[in-house]
């Protein structure tokens, strides 16, 4: 293969996935994707889920979020006790590993919305906001859904 | 020997039989409210009919969620299936916060079909007599006070989805929030 056809080929590929990233905050290598949060009413609790990646070469920690949807928003985590009890528990922080994508989903990390200020139906959206220790806050939209692809 | 054989041919008979009998509800007969407010004898009022029960608290975010959502799977499958004659139920072991309008509300805003599924609830002192019968534990081992000084409570516990026979029997226990839709389905079939 000649050396002129390997340079265009480069530089192609470099091009395209330049304009294939996500618009997203330039000084952040965090990226948040896949939100979605539960139908919930009025005093009764949602949670929110979502995909964090970090591209950069420095572990990041969430500290918490925020939501103007419910009283109170923590980072929580659900467990497995014994072989079929399940509980969950506040979380201080999660650790977002340099170069890693984290999950938060059903069955494992969650930020709980607790006692909804307002009903929160399927179809709509959701405001929230996730703070990391190095970039800081960082806006979400939810999904309002029972689960993906229902 | 006799007996040895004796032995012998009751377990090959129950291998044989595709869903043994696990449990019961003691024979007992138990008052509950649906999500109407309206008066209910559990289970008395589900005979005849194979039911499909989870036991949930409404402020469970995540896992019960997923319990429920089973549930309404398995609801619509039957449903394309043209399978009748089968009880959706979901009792709550926390009745205290989960009055019948909370219910009603938990199941408008997750959309759920009630026309084969009802919610219970009722004394604490019931719902605890009715979950300690089948072997489902539910601790409280956090809470959260609101500003207006309500407090609710956050469970562990046992993540199940229920089985049972037209006449009451329980026949098989799956763990509700990763269920396989199939399975139940296929041993639904079996009973009916
Ligand atoms: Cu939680």
Redesign the interface.
Known sequence: MNKSFLLIAAITFVTINLFSQPITNHQSPITIKDVWA????KN????LYFVVQNNGSKADTILGAKSKYA??VEV?E?FK?DN???????VKFVAVAANSKLEFK??GF?V????LLK????GTSLDATINFKFAGKIKVKAVVQ??PG? | MKRLLLFVLLSFSACKEKLPVVDDFGGAHYNLVNQNNQQVLFPDILKGKIVVMNYIFTNCPDICPLSTNNMRLIQQRLKKEKIENVQFVSLSFDPEFDTPAVLTKFAEIHSLDLSNWMFLTGNKSVTDAIIKKVGVLAVPNDSTVFKDGRKIYYYVHTDRIQLSDADGKIRKNYKGSTINVDEIVGDIKNLL
């Open positions: 539960r139908p919930g009413a009764a609790n949602s949670a009283e109170i929580h659900s006790r079929d009890r399940m509980g969950m528990r506040q059903p069955g969650h709980m919305l607790i006692n009903d929160v139906k399927a029972e689960m229902m």
